[in-house]
């Protein structure tokens, strides 16, 4: 299965781009690689997901690299309401999420 | 649609007991998961569905069972509850294969077992 490897805090200035990395180096080549974020206790919440291209959607961009092995979520304008927990997660052809610890963002006035 | 539904909301157990905590999602989504998390901490897999009549486990499936009989139910049943799982239960769901796959969560169930 593979494994993502996140850091565990990330501080960001309001109105300035948060950029969080994501290490999969195991991830086979049909393995979606999705992001979430939880705030709170709440249910996580769905950002973005992709394959093999960036992709870009209303809340943010996922940049994967070309090997596939890392890839980096971009907030392109924090707010204080993106404080959140954010989960990198793979899923494998099989069906198995697993999610790993996450990175903690704080937004910071 | 109503996503995915979890109940019940909240749940406080004496050592021993057991009870079903359910889930249902009305989107036809194929793949179903139940995950758990305490406090602090993250997400934790603990069994998952690829389809009626399918299910597998997860990283922590000890102590728990689970049935698929129907696409739109995914039940996780607790036999004789433990301290240990005291935790929030999500349920989530995700139509695998189509061009849109996002997962959704249930609201979750806090569960206390003292």
């Known amino acids: 299965d593979a494994k993502t490897t996140q850091p565990t805090s990330m501080d960001c200035a309001e109105g300035r781009a948060a950029n969080l990395p994501c290490n999969h180096s195991?991830?086979?080549?049909?393995?979606?690689v999705y992001w979430y974020r939880q705030i709170h206790s709440q249910g996580p919440q769905y950002i973005i997901h992709?394959?093999?291209n960036n992709e870009t959607n209303e809340m943010a961009s996922l940049i994967i690299t070309e090997d596939r092995k890392s890839s980096t979520l971009i907030l392109p304008h924090a707010t204080l309401r993106d404080t959140a927990v954010y989960y990198c997660i793979v899923r494998v052809m099989g069906g198995k999420l697993i999610f790993g610890q996450g990175t903690e963002l704080s937004v910071k006035p | 649609n109503a996503g995915v539904t979890q109940t019940p909301k909240f749940r406080i157990l004496k050592i021993g007991q057991s009870m079903t905590l359910q889930c249902t999602q009305d989107?036809?989504?194929?793949?179903m998961y139940w995950y758990r998390q305490d406090p602090g901490m993250g997400l934790k897999l603990i069994y998952y569905?690829?389809?009626?009549?399918?299910?597998d486990k997860g990283e922590v499936p000890n102590g728990y069972n689970v049935s698929r009989s129907t696409t739109e139910d995914f039940p996780l049943r607790l036999e004789l509850a433990a301290p240990s799982q005291t935790s929030v239960y999500f349920c989530?769901?995700?139509?695998?294969?189509?061009?849109?796959?996002?997962?959704?969560f249930g609201s979750g169930t806090q569960l206390s077992v003292l």
């Open positions: 195991t991830i086979s080549g049909n393995e979606y």
């Open positions: 989530a769901s995700i139509k695998a294969g189509s061009t849109n796959e996002k997962l959704f």
């Open positions: 569905s690829v389809g009626a009549g399918i299910t």
């Open positions: 992709g394959l093999k």
């Open positions: 989107m036809n989504h194929n793949y």
